[in-house]
């Protein structure tokens, strides 16, 4: 199938959470990593994130000029089955051009994005790749939240997958790297492989290798 070089990118803490308990957001990255980020950002055609993430952190997913001067913003994605998103998102303004993948199903509204259907209930992820390979679209970083990067791992969508991990401990029902519905079964275990791990600012960087 053609489809985008796929990245995931996370920010974890010591005991794999990415967020806070009720999903709201916290620094987990010092500078050295979102120099490491930004320039990452720079460096593909399109970043995707999860309604979630929207509209719990209201992400703007553009290159910061303070990590990479006079870069090129990246096309923005956000997996949106229902087509649910504050119309006053920062991601829908117009710093870059912005592309909601929902589904067939979904109701119509006007955006200041490109809308893109893909599958009946939640986004097709394997029609999505194709249809953003047609619009030329090579390279595409993931940033989460955890149910997205559960659906690509589960669809064995991902070419590398790196995170970041910080010195900090969250606890408790906080939301961890990986959600989804999980493994009940050890034969439904994703097994992946350490492919670095260097020690990057306050943290660790690890980069994993995962089977396609
Ligand atoms: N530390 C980090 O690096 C980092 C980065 C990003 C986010 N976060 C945190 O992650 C949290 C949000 O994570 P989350 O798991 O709640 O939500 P999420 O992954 O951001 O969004 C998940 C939602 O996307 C929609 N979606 C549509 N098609 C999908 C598909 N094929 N696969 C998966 N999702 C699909 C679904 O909602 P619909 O059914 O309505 O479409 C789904 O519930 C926030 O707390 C945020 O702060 C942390």
Known sequence: MNRPKIIINAAMSADGKIALVGGKRIKISDEEDFKRVHELRASVDAILVGINTVINDDPKLTVKEKYVPNAKNPVRIVLDSKLRIPEN????????KTIIATTKTAGHRELNAEIIRCGEKRVDLKCL????????????????????????????????????????????????LVGGNGAMDENDVLRIKILSCERLGYGILIQYGVEK
């Open 129 to 176: 790749m194709k249809e953003l390979w047609n619009k030329g679209i090579r390279s595409l970083m993931v940033e989460g939240g955890s149910t997205v990067i559960f659906s690509f791992l589960k669809e064995k969508l991902v070419d590398e997958f790196y995170v970041f991990m910080g010195p900090v401990i969250i606890g408790g029902s906080a939301p961890c």
């Open 89 to 96: 998102s920062r991601i829908l303004n117009n710093a870059a």
